[in-house]
């Protein structure tokens, strides 16, 4: 067990919806990253939160946004949901907002959009 | 697009055998991470090497860097059927924003009992 925590596991939304996706960080962790897991491929970086500010961003469009808390807790939030959408959500924590450190994932959200 | 490239797709190995996983990338990095993945559930990991480390030992696994060749290889002695898992590659690119991690296609390890 990391200590990272994500919620809901599995949620089924259908195309055009909105949805908000949560992930709690490790104790003494005070970056979040999301990733984006499609089946048989590997993570695709989404964006950072260090300090409550978005600290870098994959290659995905704005309807993709998200939070971080002053607890370092962090909310993935999708717009205008599209089939393509359907993945694995990985939240990952890590120490500082530097490089270098390892990143300690949660189990993951099982988006299905139908 | 990713950066990692890893090699086999698919390894299936008796219990006992040793895994070999190769991993190639294309630009320069900070640090490569090697992680485990049981059933698309979450990311598990397993060893982090730094740009000027040449090899990594934990426990079972062996980890080696060859940064002249951009070349990793993740090494499973002994394996046990509870090694069966993708297997990936993260890099950590020297030129990149906010310290994102730079996932391959990964390696399905078969372990047979």
């Given at each position: 067990?990391?200590?990272?925590?994500?919620?809901?596991?599995?949620?089924?939304?259908?195309?055009?919806?909105?949805?908000?996706?949560?992930?709690?960080?490790?104790?003494?962790?005070?970056?979040?990253?999301?990733y984006?897991?499609?089946?048989?491929?590997?993570?695709?970086?989404?964006?950072q939160?260090?300090?409550?500010?978005?600290?870098?961003r994959?290659?995905?469009?704005?309807?993709?946004?998200?939070?971080?808390?002053?607890?370092y807790?962090?909310?993935?939030?999708?717009?205008?949901?599209?089939?393509?959408?359907?993945?694995?959500?990985?939240?990952?924590?890590?120490?500082?907002g530097?490089?270098?450190?390892?990143?300690f994932?949660?189990?993951?959200?099982?988006?299905?959009?139908? | 697009?990713?950066?990692?490239?890893?090699?086999?797709?698919?390894?299936?190995?008796?219990?006992?055998?040793?895994?070999?996983?190769?991993?190639?990338?294309?630009?320069?990095?900070?640090?490569?991470?090697?992680?485990?993945?049981?059933?698309?559930?979450?990311?598990?990991?397993?060893?982090?090497?730094?740009?000027?480390?040449?090899?990594?030992?934990?426990?079972?696994?062996?980890?080696?860097?060859?940064?002249?060749?951009?070349?990793?290889?993740?090494?499973?002695?002994?394996?046990?059927?509870?090694?069966?898992?993708?297997?990936?590659?993260?890099?950590?690119?020297?030129?990149?924003?906010g310290?994102?991690?730079?996932?391959?296609?990964?390696?399905?390890?078969?372990?047979?009992?």
């Amino acid at each position: 067990e990391t200590g990272v925590t994500q919620s809901p596991t599995h949620l089924i939304k259908t195309r055009g919806q909105q949805v908000t996706l949560r992930c709690s960080s490790q104790s003494g962790h005070n970056t979040v990253s999301w990733y984006q897991q499609a089946l048989g491929q590997g993570p695709q970086f989404i964006f950072q939160y260090y300090r409550e500010e978005e600290n870098g961003r994959g290659n995905f469009p704005p309807r993709f946004s998200g939070l971080q808390f002053p607890n370092y807790s962090s909310e993935l939030n999708v717009n205008a949901l599209e089939l393509d959408d359907s993945a694995l959500y990985l939240c990952a924590s890590s120490r500082t907002g530097m490089r270098g450190t390892e990143a300690f994932f949660g189990q993951g959200t099982r988006l299905t959009v139908v | 697009s990713q950066q990692g490239e890893e090699d086999p797709q698919a390894l299936s190995i008796q219990e006992g055998e040793n895994a070999t996983m190769n991993c190639s990338y294309k630009t320069s990095i900070n640090n490569l991470q090697w992680y485990r993945q049981n059933s698309g559930r979450g990311l598990v990991h397993l060893i982090l090497i730094r740009s000027n480390e040449r090899e990594k030992h934990s426990g079972r696994l062996r980890v080696t860097l060859d940064t002249s060749k951009k070349s990793s290889s993740l090494l499973i002695t002994a394996s046990r059927a509870a090694d069966t898992a993708s297997y990936f590659c993260a890099t950590d690119p020297r030129y990149n924003q906010g310290g994102k991690l730079i996932f391959g296609q990964g390696t399905e390890l078969s372990v047979k009992p």
